[in-house]
């Protein structure tokens, strides 16, 4: 059973910069791909980046990209999420979720474990 751990939320004036990380325990990274999502209030969780586990192949979503990039650090089961740029409305919360049998799979119910979020607050 794998137990995710989501940190690095915060509130942020935009145009600055948060590095969110999700660490894993009971199990490795190394068996999955890991993807993060993130939530507004009234809205679909949106995934927004992922990195595949096979070859480390990377997914933006558009608005993100450029902006956002996703690492991993397997010796430290733990996947970093480097948010710059921030614009107020990449506030939201924000998980990261594992064990897809799909790569980029679209819906949240495909991912068996989930961490329990951070909050990301953008100020103008």
């Known amino acids: 059973q794998v137990q995710l751990v989501e940190s690095g939320g915060g509130v942020v004036q935009a145009g600055g910069s948060l590095r969110l990380s999700c660490a894993a325990s009971?199990?490795?990274?190394?068996?999955?791909?890991v993807s993060w999502f993130r939530r507004t209030p009234g809205k679909e969780r949106l995934l927004i980046a992922a990195?595949?586990?096979?070859?480390?192949?990377?997914y933006y979503e558009d608005s993100v990209k450029g902006r956002f990039t996703i690492s991993r650090d397997n010796a430290k089961n733990t996947v970093f999420l480097q948010m710059n740029s921030l614009k107020t409305e990449d506030a939201a919360v924000y998980s990261c979720?594992?064990?897809?049998?799909?790569?980029?799979?679209?819906?949240?119910?495909?991912?068996?474990?989930w961490g329990q979020g951070t909050l990301v607050n953008v100020s103008s």
């Open positions: 009971g199990g490795t990274f190394n068996w999955y791909s």
């Open positions: 979720a594992t064990g897809s049998r799909t790569w980029l799979s679209l819906r949240p119910g495909d991912y068996p474990y």
């Open positions: 990195i595949r586990r096979s070859d480390s192949a990377r």
